[in-house]
């Protein structure tokens, strides 16, 4: 059963439209859908929301921290209303799917991404789940930090929206601990395919 979702990206304006910031456009998608808004928490270094879905409390984070120390954010607010690890989703840009991509994955390594690098730090385990936002690689292993902090080209941003709400889907059965059934909703949607066009 999930109780935080925590969106990665970096806080400030020059930051919002970047790729690295898919995260934090996830958690404003599912804070619209909630009907919350995020307020900022000194305590917790980020911005939080908590919502009460069929009598559960649930708790929406952005760190605040920029992204190589979001686990600060996390570890706080986490210890402190005594949630697990494994009640935790993080969503987070992904460069190993393409945009329009998403998937679900429970542990395993951070894989690079300084994000949860510091979540796995700070909680001292890599036993939470997470939501892979894809953004595509730019091809060159030096071109990624440029990448990741640049705008998505306009259809990749439409791809990467149109995956978001299809991930808000899977958001009830991950509040009810139903994991493979959210796996399910999440990795069998398909991004739409674009209509043939019409015979003259």
């Known amino acids: 059963m999930i109780k935080l979702f925590v969106g990665l990206g970096n806080p400030g304006p ?39 879905v069929h009598g559960h409390t649930v708790w929406l984070l952005q760190p605040q921290t920029f992204m190589n120390l979001s686990g600060r954010s996390v570890a706080a607010l986490a210890r402190f ?22 998937k679900l994955k429970f542990s395993g390594s951070h894989a690079g991404h300084n994000g949860l690098r510091d979540i796995h730090a700070q909680l001292g385990t890599s036993d939470y789940w997470r939501l892979r936002l894809g953004i595509g690689h730019p091809g060159v292993k030096a071109e990624v930090i440029n990448w990741v902090l640049k705008k998505p080209l306009a259809e990749q941003r439409e791809a990467i929206d149109t995956c978001i709400v299809r991930a808000l889907h899977s958001v009830p059965a991950l509040m009810a601990g139903e994991m493979e ?20």
């Open 14 to 52: 020059e930051y919002e439209a970047t790729r690295h910031n898919a995260g934090f456009w996830w958690i404003d998608a599912l804070a619209a859908e909630l009907k919350v808004g995020l307020q900022p928490e000194k305590g917790f270094q980020g911005r939080v929301a908590r919502a009460s």
């Open 81 to 102: 209303y005594k949630i697990q690890p494994d009640e935790i989703l993080v969503a987070h840009d992904e460069l190993d799917l393409t945009p329009g991509q998403v």
């Open 181 to 200: 059934k959210a796996t399910l909703l999440i990795h069998t949607a398909k991004p739409p395919r674009p209509k043939p066009p019409r015979p003259e």
